[in-house]
């Protein structure tokens, strides 16, 4: 279908940024061989609570934005068919990078930049970092940037990660048998108003990478099985929770692609292993085993070992006791959710590895609820299921549950007070139920194109 046509104003206009892009390019390029970087002191101005160099780079990315949106105009790139996609991207893309000029360094980025820092110097991993080594890994290469080099890299890639999200998550909804217009605006909504990715951001986590990989690897599995295991192997080694996706894949008995993922596995960990030897597998575990340990518990965290475990001390009950009504819960609400994705078939696809595409929402809970530790941003790990509800909900009773969750996860903002933050643990809870009671329903056709499309 034809784009819109703006013709000469846009050339024109795209020519005009081009020009004033040139100037820009042109004044760094003066002030760096005139005086080097510290000759920028002479025309940037700090302000209040503000990191300068992130400020810059949102100035500059919203501007290259600009340049590309004229780009696409002048091209006849944007038709009707794509403009709810491209709207929604650029409307999301503004919004968040108006927000992160507004940043100031939190915790998350710390606890990598200094696991990086003792991988770079050969001493054991910090026991905040209880991350498989491969972040820490990646991250160590970039140590002579210094901390603040660091800072801006893992920036720019979560930035990169949060413009991928936007196309992956809509490219997942229209396997899913979403409308592409449908898939657009479902995709621009969630993503304005968000809690947790707005969390995940600000703490340049690295869930996005992580959720990232896992729809590559769905998106991929079908033409492209080594670099759909390739990608949820670098998913796991990102965090190790996505593991217990590979139940999903296990379904479809396809012994190949099982065959690259543990391939995969063992060549990404061989990179650690060839710069630091085995010791920082080592050093994840011990940090990864100390969370089974008696610890301070947050209330930010809605995972079962914090609720039960601040819940209880109020009562005085023995320890050990308290960690049995945790693993009774963690068991038994994980085995639910992986009963659930055994048995839903042809809930959300039709097509052809219809097994993977139904048994990974599910299997996406289980990640999150198994976890020893839930904090605010790992809701974004949820989109995925709470979405693909949409094509199915029904009874008034239905939305207001969704809707209740809704809010609990990704709208209320993080506070800490005692029992009313665990709302966001019920919230999470609500969500197997809602995915039991859909199952074996029949689309609605509001969302939908009505045409399956399987993994390609």
Not at 35 to 57: H, K
Not at 100 to 129: N, S, V
Not at 338 to 356: H, P
Request: hydrophobic letters at 55%; one cysteine or more; charged letters at 10%.
């Amino acid at each position: 279908m034809a784009g819109f046509a703006f013709g000469k104003i846009t050339r024109n206009a795209f020519k005009v940024w081009l020009g004033i892009t040139a100037l820009i390019g042109f004044q760094c390029l003066w002030i760096v061989t005139r005086n080097g970087l510290d000759g920028f002191q002479a025309y940037v101005q700090d302000s209040p609570l503000t990191y300068t160099p992130l400020a810059l780079a949102s100035a500059g990315c919203v501007w290259l934005l600009a340049g590309l949106a004229l780009g696409l105009l002048y091209k006849n790139k944007i038709t009707h068919s794509n403009l709810y996609a491209w709207a929604g991207f650029f409307i999301v893309a503004v919004t968040y990078l108006n927000v992160l000029r507004e940043r100031i360094r939190y915790g998350d980025i710390g606890y990598y930049i200094e696991a990086a820092f003792k991988l770079y110097q050969h001493q054991p991993l910090p026991d905040t970092y209880i991350y498989p080594p491969f972040w820490a890994t990646l991250l160590s290469l970039l140590t002579p940037l210094g901390e603040d080099g660091m800072l801006i890299v893992c920036w720019l890639a979560n930035l990169l990660s949060l413009f991928a999200f936007y196309y992956l998550l809509c490219r997942t909804l229209e396997r899913y048998q979403f409308k592409a217009e449908s898939a657009a605006i479902v995709t621009t909504v969630f993503m304005l108003v968000n809690m947790p990715l707005l969390r995940t951001l600000l703490y340049v986590q690295v869930n996005l990478h992580v959720l990232n990989l896992i729809f590559l690897s769905l998106l991929l599995y079908k033409n492209k099985p080594f670099l759909s295991a390739l990608a949820l192997a670098l998913a796991v080694h990102l965090k190790a929770s996505p593991m217990i996706l590979v139940l999903a894949f296990l379904l479809e008995l396809n012994w190949k692609w099982l065959a690259y993922l543990c391939l995969n596995l063992i060549f990404v960990a061989l990179f650690t292993v060839a710069l630091y030897g085995f010791d920082p597998y080592l050093q994840f575990i011990h940090n990864a085993a100390l969370l089974a340990a008696p610890r301070e518990f947050s209330l930010r965290d809605s995972s079962f070992d914090s609720f039960f475990n601040v819940s209880l001390a109020y009562l005085r009950m023995n320890a050990k006791l308290v960690q049995a009504f945790v693993y009774l819960a963690k068991f038994s609400v994980t085995g639910f959710a992986i009963f659930i994705s055994l048995t839903t078939a042809g809930l959300y696809a039709k097509a052809e590895n219809a097994k993977l595409y139904n048994a990974l929402p599910a299997l996406l809970f289980a990640m999150v609820i198994a976890s020893p530790l839930i904090w605010e941003h790992h809701g974004v790990f949820l989109a995925l299921p709470f979405l693909l509800l949409l094509k199915k909900l029904e009874q008034p009773k239905e939305w207001l549950w969704f809707g209740a969750a809704y809010l609990f996860i990704f709208l209320m903002p993080t506070f800490d007070f005692f029992p009313w933050s665990y709302v966001k643990l019920f919230g999470i809870l609500i969500l197997p139920g809602l995915l039991w009671i859909v199952k074996g329903r029949k689309d609605n056709s509001f969302f939908l194109d009505g045409q399956p499309h399987g993994a390609e």
